[in-house]
């Protein structure tokens, strides 16, 4: 955003006084964001939202889950009543009950979550979790309220299928907004898949396996954390488990899941690439990539060796994307065959996978 465009307005909400500050400073400190309130429980947030003037009221709300007199959870829904609707983005801890409540947060229609960052970790000055709230209290902005998966989007033309082509296996990656757009993706599945997708979402530990239980929730297809060893059934989604690399490898009558602790790559683990690289090494060109919303370029490598061996790249349009920063980068190196929202995206995948794939150009 450059310095003559609008400030984006947020809220804050949080009953620590010092997390308020710290954030606040954070924020502020990018001179496209400009604070407009500060409160102390959800009751507060309630009431202050509704009597800000038209020009002060927030695009965004950071949303602290656990809080006296009514917390967030409570808070949520009648936030999003307002009108304007804000976009809600909740902070939770880093456990598992936390990653529990930022899913059932999404549920009720919250956009986006961040947990919280330990003291260890740098706490609220950590390099990698400011990034991370600036795209997304900028990205849900510029997006406004409404989630990924609640926009209409209209019907995709359907890619050309020619023969003598098939997808063994579908590898799927994303970050930043990802939960959101994942889903979006999962609920416009009409059908099962004829194959496994295996999925990399950038999150923590513990995070993963209630982002798979959000997923599974959904009910158009199986989805768990992947457990090294399983075999890849299809018609399944696999999630890597936060902190683990998850790797697809060749076996007798089909594909097996491999976890690693190979190092971090892009900064990430799980990442991407080491999970498009092995399915390209398992599948050969057999293999269709799908790079959703999130920061950084982590994919562009794997689905460079995906198309390299004549699979195909699917991207999320930036239109869609909260941050256009992996779909956009496999979309500058022209590997992608088509770029759509995700829901869009599920109806071109169930058209290359069509009868166990049928044939993809």
């Not at 304007?84 to 909740?90: G, L």
């Given at each position: 955003m450059s310095g003559s465009a609008t400030p984006v307005r947020v809220m804050l909400c949080d009953d620590s006084a010092t997390?308020?500050?710290?954030?606040?400073?954070?924020?502020?400190?990018?001179?496209g964001i400009r604070i407009v309130?500060?409160?102390?429980?959800?009751?507060?947030?309630?009431?202050?939202?509704?009597?800000?003037?038209?020009?002060?009221?927030?695009?965004?709300?950071?949303?602290?889950?656990?809080?006296?007199?009514?917390?967030?959870?409570?808070?949520?829904?009648?936030?999003?009543?307002?009108?304007?609707?804000?976009?809600v983005i909740v902070a939770s801890a880093l456990t598992q009950r936390g990653a529990a409540a930022a899913m059932a947060a999404l549920r009720a229609g919250a956009a986006d979550y961040?947990?919280?960052?330990?003291?260890?970790?740098?706490?609220?000055?950590?390099?990698?979790?400011?990034?991370?709230?600036?795209?997304?209290?900028?990205?849900?902005?510029r997006m406004g309220a409404a989630p990924t998966a609640a926009r209409p989007v209209a019907a995709a033309r359907p890619l050309a299928i020619l023969p003598g082509r098939g997808v063994r296996a579908i590898g799927l990656g994303c970050s930043t907004g990802g939960p959101q757009a994942l889903a979006a993706f999962v609920q416009a599945l009409a059908r099962p898949l004829p194959v496994p997708l295996l999925a990399v979402q950038h999150m923590p530990a513990g995070f993963t396996a209630m982002l798979a239980d959000h997923l599974d929730r959904l009910?158009?297809?199986?989805?768990?954390?992947?457990?090294?060893?399983?075999?890849?059934r299809p018609g399944r989604l696999y999630l890597a488990p936060g902190n683990r690399h998850l790797l697809a490898e060749a076996a007798a009558g089909g594909l097996v899941a491999r976890?690693?602790?190979?190092?971090?790559?892009?900064f990430c683990r799980p990442a991407v690439d080491p999970m498009l690289r092995s399915l390209v090494a398992a599948c050969g060109g057999a293999v269709l990539a799908v790079i959703l919303t999130g920061m950084g370029h982590d994919g562009l490598a794997g689905c460079r060796a995906v198309a390299a061996a004549g699979g195909t790249v699917l991207a999320q349009d930036e239109a869609s994307s909260v941050v256009w920063g992996m779909p956009g980068a496999v979309a500058k190196a022209?590997?992608?065959?088509?770029?759509?929202?995700?829901?869009?995206?599920?109806?071109?995948?169930?058209?290359?996978?069509?009868?166990?794939?049928?044939?993809?150009?």
């Amino acid at each position: 955003m450059s310095g003559s465009a609008t400030p984006v307005r947020v809220m804050l909400c949080d009953d620590s006084a010092t997390v308020r500050a710290a954030m606040a400073r954070l924020l502020e400190a990018d001179p496209g964001i400009r604070i407009v309130a500060r409160v102390a429980n959800g009751q507060e947030a309630v009431a202050t939202l509704a009597g800000l003037p038209a020009a002060l009221r927030p695009q965004v709300v950071l949303l602290d889950l656990e809080m006296p007199v009514m917390d967030g959870m409570t808070a949520l829904p009648l936030l999003l009543r307002q009108v304007p609707r804000p976009a809600v983005i909740v902070a939770s801890a880093l456990t598992q009950r936390g990653a529990a409540a930022a899913m059932a947060a999404l549920r009720a229609g919250a956009a986006d979550y961040i947990p919280k960052p330990g003291a260890a970790g740098g706490g609220l000055n950590d390099p990698a979790f400011r990034a991370e709230v600036l795209a997304k209290v900028k990205g849900w902005a510029r997006m406004g309220a409404a989630p990924t998966a609640a926009r209409p989007v209209a019907a995709a033309r359907p890619l050309a299928i020619l023969p003598g082509r098939g997808v063994r296996a579908i590898g799927l990656g994303c970050s930043t907004g990802g939960p959101q757009a994942l889903a979006a993706f999962v609920q416009a599945l009409a059908r099962p898949l004829p194959v496994p997708l295996l999925a990399v979402q950038h999150m923590p530990a513990g995070f993963t396996a209630m982002l798979a239980d959000h997923l599974d929730r959904l009910g158009r297809l199986p989805c768990a954390e992947a457990r090294d060893g399983e075999a890849l059934r299809p018609g399944r989604l696999y999630l890597a488990p936060g902190n683990r690399h998850l790797l697809a490898e060749a076996a007798a009558g089909g594909l097996v899941a491999r976890l690693s602790d190979a190092p971090p790559e892009n900064f990430c683990r799980p990442a991407v690439d080491p999970m498009l690289r092995s399915l390209v090494a398992a599948c050969g060109g057999a293999v269709l990539a799908v790079i959703l919303t999130g920061m950084g370029h982590d994919g562009l490598a794997g689905c460079r060796a995906v198309a390299a061996a004549g699979g195909t790249v699917l991207a999320q349009d930036e239109a869609s994307s909260v941050v256009w920063g992996m779909p956009g980068a496999v979309a500058k190196a022209g590997l992608a065959r088509a770029l759509l929202p995700p829901a869009a995206l599920a109806e071109q995948v169930q058209a290359l996978t069509a009868g166990r794939a049928g044939a993809v150009a």
